[in-house]
């Protein structure tokens, strides 16, 4: 703000303490305040400094029944008296006038793992201007102004004050009512101003975003210099990070732990279990999404995904594929087995929009489908399923056999999901070509457009496991 705003918002300030503005004055201040989050800043600092210089307090600690006020002393009455006025009249229920200097408040910490916070994270907890990095869950976050952020692991947020924040890292979903008009979030390569309304964005610490409006009104300012952008409900801008997600390679992490070594051999897990990978062999895993524009090169992923989306946006569907190479089992009886698939952040939608969710796992019966290929694996052609059935998320319930559900709440982007069962040993026990194919579907659909896109890690994946099939065998 330039020292000639400040001077002019400071005299206004002075004669609205003393109720001097005349009617169309105090239209127009009513009218900036609302719509310029920096002169509603100034302003209400502003009154409440001219409220803490004329209070004099001295007058309680007398031994004897206090004197009638001076006038200086009645003033500072009415001047606070005139700030509370103000805040409730023209919103400011983010003054910053916190003696402890907290601006906001951790109100939910929901399956929460923290990594390199500056603040409190426990639930409940007053936050002071800092950082809070989320590594698991979903965090939500009520500024005093009223905004409130649905932080979804893993994000990185840096709080500024009541009425600024900077997103450094990852999602999050913004719901700012009409008292917090104006509450802004900083990335790398943009800054975002809601205008009362609710969106999600996500950013990276490269630049790369995304800006989505579910309600209302945004701002979005691109610091490239280009022209500010205001978007409405459904509208969004998105900056390369959509495509970085749908074109992700395994060293696109440079931070990343060192390169796992993937299994290429059958692994003896102990107490009798043997354990094998989709890199064994002639092992695979891929996925398909129901949209012809979807680009083929699903298998060369470090993670498979699985969505389910509903009628409202059917070409957004993805099930799974994974195959394993059961030919050093041949002749020998599996008495026992388990899938273990490891969960991995997709990026891709977002978590507040999908409830806890099931996924089921299904073995495909016509093992002459066995041999498709990860590069040619499309919506089109794939095992066990009809682009043209109405149930897209699922596949045909003539050609595969349920094997087995789990379960992944709200949230979680790590950690690993096992199925385990009679079901799953009957189904590679029954296996007559060394190849079984299985499909991974998610059941739950989310409740808004743009909700998750849960993923699994892969055989191409460099710092997780990929899909693993542990058996325990009988005696020869």
């Not at 910053?96 to 408040?105: E, K, L, N, P």
Request: overall charge negative; hydrophobic content about 40%; aromatic content about 8%.
């Amino acid at each position: 703000m330039k020292p000639a705003d400040q001077f002019r918002l400071l005299e206004l300030s002075e004669r609205y303490a003393d109720d001097k503005l005349t009617a169309e004055e105090l239209a127009a201040l009513e009218t900036e305040l609302r719509d310029n989050a920096a002169s509603r800043a100034f302003f209400a600092k502003a009154l409440h400094q001219r409220a803490e210089l004329c209070f004099d307090d001295s007058w309680h600690s007398q031994a004897e029944p206090a004197p009638a006020p001076a006038p200086r002393t009645v003033w500072w009455r009415h001047a606070i008296t005139a700030a509370a006025a103000a805040c409730v009249t023209l919103g400011f229920f983010w003054l910053q006038g916190h003696r402890d200097g907290t601006v906001a408040t951790l109100v939910r910490a929901q399956q929460c793992q923290w990594a390199g916070s500056s603040l409190p994270t426990v639930e409940g907890a007053r936050l002071k201007p800092g950082m809070l990095d989320l590594m698991e869950g979903l965090a939500v976050i009520r500024f005093d102004s009223g905004a409130e952020l649905v932080l979804e692991a893993p994000a990185t947020v840096e709080v500024l004050d009541g009425m600024n924040c900077k997103l450094r890292r990852g999602t999050l979903v913004a719901e700012v009512p009409p008292q917090a008009k104006g509450f802004s979030i900083d990335t790398k390569d943009a800054k975002v101003i809601d205008w009362g309304t609710k969106f999600g964005l996500s950013a990276g610490e490269d630049g790369k975003y995304l800006v989505q409006v579910m309600e209302g009104l945004v701002e979005v300012d691109d610091k490239s210099g280009a022209a500010s952008k205001k978007l409405q409900k459904g509208q969004r801008v998105d900056r390369g990070w959509s495509q970085k997600q749908m074109h992700p390679s395994a060293g696109d992490d440079a931070d990343a732990e060192p390169s796992r070594w993937q299994p290429a051999v059958v692994m003896d897990a102990g107490d009798g279990w043997q354990a094998i990978t989709t890199a064994f062999g002639h092992g695979k895993d891929s996925y398909i999404q129901s949209s012809d524009k979807a680009p083929h090169d699903f298998g060369t992923h470090p993670f498979f995904r699985v969505k389910h989306s509903g009628d409202t946006k059917p070409d957004l569907n993805r099930k799974g594929y994974i195959a394993f190479d059961l030919s050093k089992f041949s002749g020998r009886s599996i008495q026992d087995a388990e899938l273990v698939l490891t969960i991995e952040p997709s990026e891709l939608g977002f978590a507040s929009f999908v409830p806890d969710s099931t996924f089921a796992v299904y073995g495909v019966l016509d093992e002459s489908t066995d041999a498709w290929e990860e590069s040619g694996l499309t919506w089109q052609q794939a095992p066990a399923h009809d682009p043209a059935q109405p149930e897209r998320h699922l596949p045909v319930a003539a050609k595969v056999k349920l094997l087995g559900k789990f379960e992944i709440a709200q949230g979680i982007n790590r950690g690993t999901r096992k199925l385990r069962g009679i079901d799953l040993a009957d189904f590679l026990n029954a296996d007559t070509n060394q190849i079984a194919t299985l499909i991974i579907c998610r059941e739950t659909n989310e409740t808004q457009d743009s909700g998750l896109v849960h993923a699994f890690a892969t055989k191409e994946n460099g710092t997780r496991s990929a899909p693993m099939l542990r058996v325990r065998l009988g005696s020869k």
